[in-house]
Nanobody, 124 residues
Framework: QVQLVESGGGLVQAGGSLRLSCAWS????????MGWFRQAPGKEREAVARSTWSGITAYPDSVKGRFTISRDNAKNTVYLQMNSLKPEDTAVYYC??????????????????WGQGTQVTVSS
C-alpha cells in the first residue's frame, strides 16, 4: 500500500521561503512521476509542480521561477522548495504520485496516490 506523507508546511512572511517534503512508502518510488498540488479555500485544486522519475520538471506560470520540485530516489522523497512566497500562495499543499511518466503537468484525476496535505500560510 503506497503512502505519501507531507511535512514542512507552516506560517511564513511574504517574500520568505519554505521547503515541503513528501515521504513515500509501500511501492516502487522510481516508477512514478510525482506532483505537488495546492488548494486554497473556495478554490479548485491546482497543480504547482511535477517531476518525472528522471527529474524532468514542469510548472505553471504562477510559480515558475519561484518553486522548484526535486526528488531523491534513494530516500524515496520529493521536495518542493518555495521561494519569494506571496499571500496568494496560501493553501493546503498535497503531493501526489502518477504511474504515468509524462513530463507535462497533468490534472489531479490522473494521479493515483495522494498525501494528506500540509498547510502553508503566507502573511502579508
Amino acid at each position: 500500500q503506497v503512502q505519501l506523507v507531507e511535512s514542512g508546511g507552516g506560517l511564513v512572511q511574504a517574500g520568505g521561503s519554505l521547503r515541503l517534503s513528501c515521504a513515500w512508502s509501500g511501492g516502487t518510488f522510481r516508477a512514478f512521476a510525482m506532483g505537488w498540488f495546492r488548494q486554497a479555500p473556495g478554490k479548485e485544486r491546482e497543480a504547482v509542480a511535477r517531476s518525472t522519475w528522471s527529474g524532468i520538471t514542469a510548472y505553471p506560470d504562477s510559480v515558475k521561477g519561484r518553486f522548484t520540485i526535486s526528488r531523491d530516489n534513494a530516500k524515496n522523497t520529493v521536495y518542493l522548495q518555495m521561494n519569494s512566497l506571496k499571500p496568494e500562495d496560501t493553501a493546503v499543499y498535497y503531493c501526489a504520485a502518477d504511474r504515468e511518466g509524462w513530463p507535462n503537468l497533468r490534472p489531479e484525476y490522473e494521479y493515483d496516490y495522494w498525501g494528506q496535505g500540509t498547510q502553508v500560510t503566507v502573511s502579508s
